[in-house]
């Protein structure tokens, strides 16, 4: 998994036409390939961004993301107007005050999660907006272990009532489509795995 960081400018990055444009740039800048990658938007430069902006960059890339796992299980057969699959996993680095006060509403109104990693080294992260309290667990125990396969986590978390395999798989499945997690085919299982090595939730 690659990791590559979009430094946005600032120190105000206003409407849906800045943010279309900072994404463009970000496109010709990172090589986003079928492969995989990471992005970073780093606000550090940033004081004022509103909720337009935020919803044309961070939270598009999120759909742009979910809609390439859609379209590679086949829930959907072609990407909405306005919107390409992208294998790609955003995060968000050093926003702050209003900015993330605005980011956190958009996530928490559309249900989604979003790792905002910490520190110069970005190995740790803390997850933003909604995530199902079984996800949580989850991604815990996932990142736990670095990587492993639903057979893995129901050997190293054995829970009472017990978790079947086929319940972990599909937290992971579900881990996966909402960006929070890589994967990789491993015999007939999905190895998945955190792309930081300590995830604060909750």
């Known amino acids: 998994m690659n990791f590559s960081t979009f430094k946005v400018p600032g120190p105000m990055r206003l409407g849906a036409t800045a943010g279309q444009g900072d994404v463009a740039s ?3 800048q990172v090589d986003v390939s079928s492969n995989g990658g990471v992005v970073i938007f780093d606000f550090d430069a940033v004081e ?4 337009s902006y935020l919803r ?7 759909h742009a993301g979910t809609l390439f796992v859609d379209l590679e299980e086949g829930r959907v057969r ?24 605005d980011l956190t509403t958009l996530l ?15 190995r740790t992260a803390r997850c933003l907006g909604r995530l199902d309290p079984a996800l949580r667990e989850t991604l815990a125990a996932l990142t736990t272990l670095g990587s492993a396969t639903a057979t893995m ?12 395999p086929s319940a972990w798989s599909n937290r992971l499945s579900d881990l996966h489509r909402l960006r929070l997690v890589t994967r990789t085919r491993e015999g007939r299982q999905w190895r998945y795995a955190s792309p930081v090595e300590e995830v604060q939730v909750g």
């Open 26 to 28: 970000l496109l010709a």
């Open 48 to 51: 004022v961004a509103n909720a």
């Open 56 to 62: 044309a960059t961070v939270l598009w890339l999120l």
């Open 78 to 101: 072609a990407a909405p107007a306005g919107l390409a699959p992208l294998n790609v996993i955003p995060m968000v680095a050093n926003i702050r005050g209003e900015v993330m006060d």
């Open 108 to 122: 928490n109104s559309e249900g989604l999660p979003l790792l905002l990693v910490q520190g110069n080294e970005r």
């Open 153 to 164: 986590l129901c050997e190293q978390f054995p829970q009472r009532p017990p978790i079947r």
